[in-house]
């Protein structure tokens, strides 16, 4: 058994991609210290719409990205995952076959935030994320589950690499490899988890704050593919 952050970025900026590259490889370390010391085995990198591959001794690199489809964001973990996407370019049917054709898994990510992926009648995807920014969410999450008999998985989300592990997911698995994470994901043989400690509940507290000021009205500003309206409070 194998408890591995199946959602984490190495840049906590968009934008300036030259800038952003040198970058990488610095918080790819940031970001596995805190996975080995959370007690976690390993971390899928999903950057937006590139993937770095990456390697540690500290924890195993699971290859992946998130691509930005026409309804929200969608992630792609496994041994191929594709090496740049254009933010827009794909609808979800087309990345989930983008990422069988490359023996990955395709997860919707965080289905109750910037996404309306949940509002299509059929989801052909490998698994459903709950998300480590917004655990609030879980229980719509678990129904969208069971609604299309998809399994769980968890992912923290981190941007900041201080943010990893917040969320992550138990693989029954012989070896942690690429292939073998698909493969467990697709058979089921994986659970979410969502640390509770003092630290992340007082983190939670904080960006639950910071996105009220900034979206008071529980909507996104601006809009841009995948976006879609915030769960109901009297939901979460």
């Given at each position: 058994?194998?408890?591995v952050d199946l959602h984490a970025h190495t840049r906590f900026f968009h934008g300036h991609r030259a800038l952003g590259d040198r970058f990488d490889p ?38 992946g990205i998130e691509i930005s489809t026409t309804r929200g964001h969608v992630l792609v973990i496994g041994p191929d995952p594709p090496t740049e996407t ?151």
């Amino acid at each position: 058994m194998f408890a591995v952050d199946l959602h984490a970025h190495t840049r906590f900026f968009h934008g300036h991609r030259a800038l952003g590259d040198r970058f990488d490889p610095y918080g790819f370390r940031l970001l596995t210290r805190v996975i080995d010391a959370r007690g976690l085995d390993g971390v899928a990198t999903t950057n937006h719409d590139y993937y770095t591959r990456f390697s540690s001794a500290r924890a195993t690199a699971i290859p992946g990205i998130e691509i930005s489809t026409t309804r929200g964001h969608v992630l792609v973990i496994g041994p191929d995952p594709p090496t740049e996407t254009v933010p827009g370019e794909y609808t979800p049917a087309e990345v989930v076959e983008l990422a069988h054709d490359r023996d990955c898994a395709a997860i919707v990510a965080h289905p109750y935030r910037d996404s309306t992926i949940k509002e299509l009648e059929e989801l052909p995807f490998d698994a459903i994320e709950i998300n480590g920014k917004h655990p609030r969410t879980e229980r719509l999450v678990q129904r969208l589950a069971e609604r299309h008999d998809l399994p769980l998985v968890g992912g923290s989300d981190a941007h900041y690499p201080f943010e990893a592990g917040r969320a992550y997911t138990r693989i029954d698995a012989a070896e942690l490899t690429p292939e073998s994470v698909v493969e467990a994901i697709r058979d089921g043989r994986v659970e979410p988890r969502v640390a509770t400690g003092r630290f992340d509940r007082g983190l939670r507290r904080l960006y639950r704050e910071i996105h009220s000021r900034k979206h008071p009205d529980g909507l996104l500003a601006e809009a841009s593919p995948g976006i879609g309206e915030a769960p109901d409070a009297t939901d979460s």
